[in-house]
């Protein structure tokens, strides 16, 4: 009893003494930025070449995120970020597949007017910050179990 | 008189090696500047310690490179002294004032009493020691034991119910781990047969007290860690219970009193382990006060350490744990020292008078 005592003090202890010199967990986020995963969404980009302006997408979208504008006489959509759900209904639907979800997720703006992008903006890929220095992968990720501790 | 003989009455006065020394021991090393470099260290450091306990990163921004956030205890301190001190309506507006404050000057005092390596000199051997007694151990312990009454003032002077409660706490804490801390220190001082810690290490050349004495050194360490108030112990603050414990009310300079004298005591302690059980400045190759300060360091991580592994106990669990534990092993540890000392009296390394 007492030798079972004394072990459930010190192994915590050694625990903590191993944890000392194992991979951290934490993402210096600014500076280096995680990879997503295969199916991650992010927000829509535009095409322009490609769409037709049916319109399918501002119909679908469960948000009312994407709204129709005239830019030159044609039809193309407007993209709310403040009310996108990210679920990917316009990218799944559009007949052309002029919409495509890239996977940019660094959204926040100062301003809230910024966050509707019009589709002149809506076609730019959203480009890596060139301060970033490296892109760090998760170590260990299954699909059952998602991330464990090391 | 004229102005040189002035100037030279002066300089023999300051400029010569006793005084010198007196102003490295009292400045430097184990006087004024130890202790504070220590606290802005231990801070960095403890935060940094049990972030990778966590797996996480801890402070990185304020300062440089694998130094990361060794800045931010400046910081923080410059911040708070600027801030208001504010003294709650229902306070005793003199104690509520002044126990703060004389918090970390007990703690420092506590400091000038140890004594840290021997300092290379000519002539006869000298210490680095601020002042020297040959009762010291007796000195520091009873100046560590004012601390908890000045808790104790300053939670009834602050008129609040959380820092009465945190008071209490640290009274019934007081009953548990003070006997403990006397009991083990004295099997230490049985065994050297004096109250100098000097003698006391000095003594250690052969077998260190921690092999000797090992239930004297696991009392002495859980107690002393009782008497810091960290992590497994922290019971007088308790933040998840009643808000910072006897420490609720205090803002600005009051507040960094109070933190500099937890983290000077931390510093004073691990001193004591050092000395009493580690062989304090004794070891081969290296100078006497690097090896002190290597032990300790492992110290201070093992006093860090609790607060990353252990949850806090309870009030009357930290009771059953001193009166029934750690008392009664401190008990035994004598009993084994007065049985060495009639039938193995080789292994002790100072013979028994009477023994």
């Given at each position: 009893?007492v ?13 903590a ?39 399918v ?51 926040s703006?100062?301003?809230k007017?910024?966050?509707i ?15 970033r ?10 699909l ?7 | ?39 802005v ?18 402070p ?46 007990i ?55 959380y ?32 109250f ?13 007290y ?35 414990g006897?420490?609720t ?20 302690a ?10 304090g ?26 607060r ?19 008392i009664?092993l ?22 028994f008078?009477?023994?």
């Amino acid at each position: 009893m007492v030798f079972s005592w004394i072990v459930s003090i010190l192994r915590p202890l050694g625990m903590a003494f191993r944890h000392i010199f194992k991979y951290r967990f934490t993402v210096k986020y600014p500076y280096y930025v995680l990879e997503t995963s295969e199916r991650y969404r992010g927000r829509p980009v535009l095409d322009l070449a490609k769409c037709v302006g049916c319109g399918v997408c501002a119909t679908i979208c469960p948000n009312k995120a994407i709204t129709m504008v005239n830019v030159e006489d044609r039809r193309y959509p407007q993209f709310d970020a403040g009310r996108c759900c990210f679920c990917g209904f316009c990218a799944y639907f559009c007949l052309t597949s002029a919409l495509k979800m890239n996977g940019g997720y660094e959204l926040s703006e100062y301003d809230k007017s910024n966050l509707i992008y019009p589709p002149e903006k809506l076609v730019k890929v959203p480009p890596p910050p060139p301060e970033r220095k490296k892109v760090v992968k998760l170590k260990k990720l299954s699909l059952s179990t998602g991330v464990t501790h090391g | 008189m004229n102005i040189e003989t002035i100037i030279e009455s002066l300089v023999a006065l300051f400029i010569n090696r006793p005084f010198i020394e007196m102003l490295i021991k009292v400045l430097i090393f184990p006087g004024l500047m130890f202790p504070l470099l220590f606290v802005v260290f231990a801070v960095w450091f403890e935060r940094k310690l049990l972030a990778k306990v966590h797996l996480r990163i801890g402070p990185l921004h304020v300062g440089p490179g694998p130094l990361g956030g060794i800045f931010q205890l400046i910081a923080d301190a410059l911040k708070l002294l600027q801030k208001e001190i504010i003294v709650p309506y229902n306070a005793h507006k003199i104690l509520y004032n002044i126990l703060p404050l004389a918090m970390p000057m007990i703690s420092l005092a506590a400091m000038a009493f140890i004594p840290v390596a021997p300092f290379p000199s000519v002539g006869p051997v000298d210490y680095l020691v601020v002042f020297y007694t040959p009762y010291n151990i007796l000195v520091v312990l009873a100046l560590f034991a004012i601390h908890p009454f000045l808790v104790i003032g300053v939670g009834w002077a602050s008129g609040s119910k959380y820092t009465t409660m945190g008071a209490l706490r640290a009274a019934y804490q007081l009953l548990a781990y003070e006997v403990p801390v006397m009991l083990s220190a004295a099997c230490v001082v049985m065994v050297t047969g004096s109250f100098d810690l000097i003698k006391i290490v000095e003594s250690q050349a052969n077998i260190w007290y921690i092999l000797l004495l090992p239930i004297a050194f696991l009392v002495f360490f859980v107690s002393m860690m009782a008497e810091l108030g960290r992590r497994p112990f922290d019971i007088p603050h308790a933040e998840q219970e009643i808000v910072y414990g006897w420490a609720t009310e205090f803002t600005g300079v009051h507040y960094v009193c109070v933190m500099f004298a937890e983290y000077v005591n931390l510093c004073v302690a691990s001193c004591l382990v050092t000395l009493l059980f580690l062989g304090g400045w004794l070891g081969p190759v290296l100078p006497p006060a690097a090896w002190f300060l290597i032990k300790f360091g492992i110290v201070v991580v093992f006093f860090l350490m609790g607060r990353g592994v252990y949850p806090r106990l309870r009030i009357d669990q930290l009771l059953n744990a001193g009166w029934r534990i750690l008392i009664p092993l401190a008990l035994i540890q004598i009993f084994i020292i007065l049985v060495l000392a009639k039938f193995a009296p080789w292994i002790l390394p100072v013979t028994f008078v009477g023994g």
